[in-house]
């Protein structure tokens, strides 16, 4: 099993529509999970940490799941600016090196 | 907002020559990284540094990388004897303890 794993997509929705990407890791002794945003030729760029009790920051909301060891990102109400690859971040035990997912593409159409 | 700012953001090289690729972390972070990513791919861990050392660092980084903090801004990532598939797109990052990782703009590496 590889460590972070995420669905590729892309994912085309339409504008206004809701999204879920979920994300899968292998480590049970992870402790940190993160979902980063990458624009393309960009750095990717923090969007949320996800939090244990799930948290949300407005359209966003992230959820962590540990027994089933994986992550989920749901997006509501899609804009054209959302469109972008979004990237599952999980750290490997302490805090020194996280572990990128491959990410999953989104694509919002008018 | 603070920044981690990289230079150059492209640096073309032959293979064989040596390559220092530079950055400013954001100044109160106590952990710094560099990754990378060829195109396409993910983005790949390479090595962190923690007080002064280095504390991890990935199969990628092998003798021919080095990393410095020569002066307490500067974090500097050399690869010394480039190869052609050293081309990639180089980020470096800083954080907080247990916060989330700030990457710079990153530096896009052609090895020719």
């Known amino acids: 099993r590889k460590e972070v794993e995420q669905d590729p997509g892309p994912f085309n929705v339409p504008e206004g529509a809701t999204v879920a990407f979920n994300c899968t890791y292998s480590?049970?002794?992870?402790?940190?999970f993160f979902w980063y945003r990458q624009d393309c030729r960009k750095e990717p760029k923090l969007l949320m940490s996800?939090?244990?009790s799930g948290n949300e920051d407005g359209r966003f909301t992230a959820q962590l799941n540990r027994a089933s060891q994986y992550i989920s990102l749901l997006i509501r109400d899609s804009k054209l600016s959302d469109s972008a690859t979004y990237l599952c971040?999980?750290?490997?035990?302490?805090?020194?090196?996280?572990?990128f997912g491959t990410g999953t593409k989104l694509q919002v159409i008018p | 907002e603070p920044e981690v700012t990289q230079t150059p953001s492209h640096q073309v090289t032959q293979m064989g020559q040596e390559v220092i690729l530079r950055c400013v972390p954001i100044?109160?972070?106590?952990?710094f990284y560099w990754y990378r990513q060829i195109l396409g791919q993910k983005v790949e861990f390479l090595v962190s540094?923690?007080?002064?050392?280095?504390?991890?660092k990935s199969e990628i980084f092998d003798d021919q990388f080095s990393v410095e903090r020569p002066d307490g801004s500067n974090f500097t990532l050399k690869i010394r004897s480039t190869k052609l598939e050293d081309s990639a797109m180089y980020f470096c990052?800083?954080?907080?303890?247990?916060?989330?990782?700030?990457f710079g703009s990153g530096t896009r590496l052609t090895v020719v």
């Open positions: 480590n049970s002794a992870s402790q940190s």
């Open positions: 990052a800083s954080r907080l303890e247990a916060h989330g990782y700030t």
């Open positions: 996800v939090y244990s």
């Open positions: 971040v999980v750290n490997s035990g302490g805090y020194q090196k996280v572990t």
């Open positions: 540094f923690y007080n002064n050392e280095i504390s991890e």
């Open positions: 100044s109160n972070h106590l952990y």
